[in-house]
T-cell receptor, first 116, second 114 residues
Framework: DSGVTQTPKHLITATGQRVTLRCSPR?????VYWYQQSLDQGLQFLIQ???????AKGNILERFSAQQFPDLHSELNLSSLELGDSALYFC???????????????FGPGTRLTVL | AQSVTQLDSQVPVFEEAPVELRCNYS??????LFWYVQYPNQGLQLLLK??????LVESINGFEAEFNKSQTSFHLRKPSVHISDTAEYFC????????????FGKGTKLTVNP
C-alpha cells in the first residue's frame, strides 16, 4: 500500500459527460501528479501541483483541469468526454522529506475510466 | 524535451534464467533515471533510481541497473528471475533542475514461465 488513495476505482460514463477523479496523497506529501495510462499513448504526465499551486503541465487537454485543495487532496476534472479519454488515471505524490527533484513518487491504484 | 525508448514490449523467460530489459533515453538536459514496476491491477512501485554517484544501482529484490551516459542507456538486469517477477516494467526519466515530472517509456511486459 503506497498510502495514496484514489476514488472511484472504476467509472463508466457516456460521451459528452463530465467526471471528477479524486486523489488523497500520502500524509505530509506536498506534490501531487496526475498521469494517464492508455494502450496507445502509454503513461503520460498530465499535471503537477505543489502545495496548492500548479507547478508543471504536460499533455493535458483543455477539456481537463485539476486543482489541489488546502488539505492537499487533488481533483482531476474531465469534461466533454470522448471515447479516446478511456484510460487508467493515476495520481502520485511526493515531497514528504525534501520535495526536490529525484524524490520518489508514490502511485495510487488508479481510476479506470470507461467512456461509452 | 525528454523521451524514453524501451526496445522490447514483451520479454518471456524461464524461471531462474537471467534477464535484461533495455532502456534508452534522449534529453537535452541531464536527467534522473528510474525503473518502476506494475503488477497486474496495481499502481506503479519504484524499483530503483539513479540520481548521482555510482552508475550501478541495486534494488532489494535482486534487480540492478547501470547508467551509461555515453550510450544514454539505463538497462535493468536480474541474474535469476522468479515467477513473482512477472509484471510490467517502466523506465522513466525526470529532468534535473526542472519539474519533477516523470517521462515514461512504453513499458516491457516480463513474463516468467516455470
Amino acid at each position: 500500500d503506497s498510502g495514496v488513495t484514489q476514488t472511484p476505482k472504476h467509472l463508466i460514463t457516456a460521451t459528452g459527460q463530465r467526471v471528477t477523479l479524486r486523489c488523497s496523497p500520502r500524509s505530509g506529501d506536498l506534490s501531487v501528479y496526475w498521469y494517464q495510462q492508455s494502450l496507445d499513448q502509454g503513461l503520460q504526465f498530465l499535471i503537477q501541483y505543489y502545495n496548492g499551486e500548479e507547478r508543471a503541465k504536460g499533455n493535458i487537454l483543455e477539456r481537463f483541469s485539476a486543482q489541489q485543495f488546502p488539505d492537499l487532496h487533488s481533483e482531476l476534472n474531465l469534461s466533454s468526454l470522448e471515447l479516446g479519454d478511456s484510460a487508467l488515471y493515476f495520481c502520485a505524490s511526493s515531497g514528504l522529506l525534501s520535495g526536490g527533484p529525484g524524490d520518489e513518487q508514490f502511485f495510487g491504484p488508479g481510476t479506470r475510466l470507461t467512456v461509452l | 524535451a525528454q523521451s524514453v525508448t524501451q526496445l522490447d514490449s514483451q520479454v518471456p523467460v524461464f524461471e531462474e534464467a537471467p534477464v535484461e530489459l533495455r532502456c534508452n533515453y534522449s534529453s537535452s538536459v541531464s536527467v534522473y533515471l528510474f525503473w518502476y514496476v506494475q503488477y497486474p491491477n496495481q499502481g506503479l512501485q519504484l524499483l530503483l533510481k539513479y540520481l548521482s554517484g555510482s552508475t550501478l544501482v541495486e534494488s532489494i529484490n535482486g534487480f540492478e541497473a547501470e547508467f551509461n551516459k555515453s550510450q544514454t542507456s539505463f538497462h535493468l538486469r536480474k541474474p535469476s528471475v522468479h515467477i513473482s517477477d512477472t509484471a510490467e516494467y517502466f523506465c522513466a526519466v525526470s529532468p534535473q533542475g526542472g519539474s519533477e515530472k516523470l517521462v515514461f517509456g512504453k513499458g516491457t511486459k516480463l513474463t516468467v514461465n516455470p
